[in-house]
């Protein structure tokens, strides 16, 4: 089965991206690691980035089939921005029944007030927030879990 880990706007820039709060661990390293763990679950990693929202709506929709034909445990999301935006991103996640861990480097909740309010968190299966790079691995051990219940 796959697990996808879809990365939203700007998170190709991390590592040079505002080290201080998000750390200096690439995108790269990141899918490296997500690999590893992948590899340990038994699972086949889709690892993705998108700065635009009609392309992560597609590739949640994409998902979303596997999940219906039982050939994917869904979605680990960092959706950047959009988190704070996207209508859209709820209505896929929620419209495709894609079980979606929410996942956010930084504490969103520790800093500017409109990264408080996120309109995934309604339609997800889990949020991790503030755990830097280790919150991917942690969603991904999530949905493994979850698929087996
Ligand atoms: C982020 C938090 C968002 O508020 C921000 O727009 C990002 C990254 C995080 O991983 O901490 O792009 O999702």
Redesign the pocket.
């Known amino acids: 089965k796959t697990i996808y880990v879809l990365n ?4 190709n820039l991390l590592g040079l991206r505002d080290p201080a ?2 750390g200096t661990q690439t995108l790269a390293d990141i899918e490296s690691t997500c690999q590893q763990v992948a590899d340990e679950l038994g699972l086949e990693l889709v690892f993705r980035q998108s700065n635009h929202e009609g392309e992560l709506v597609d590739w949640i929709h994409e998902a979303g089939a596997q999940v219906a034909d039982d050939t994917s445990v869904g979605v680990v999301l ?4 959009y ?2 935006t996207s209508v859209a991103l709820a209505d896929a996640i929620s419209g495709a029944f894609v079980p979606t861990i929410e ?4 504490n ?1 909740h520790a ?1 500017e007030a409109f ?1 408080h309010h996120s309109y995934l968190s309604p339609v997800a299966a889990g949020v991790i ?1 503030g755990l830097g790079s280790y919150g991917y691995e942690l969603g991904m051990q999530a949905l493994a879990h979850r698929a087996e219940q």
């Open positions: 939203g706007p700007n998170l709060t998000y960092n959706a950047g921005a988190t704070h996942v956010h480097i930084s969103v800093r990264r927030v």
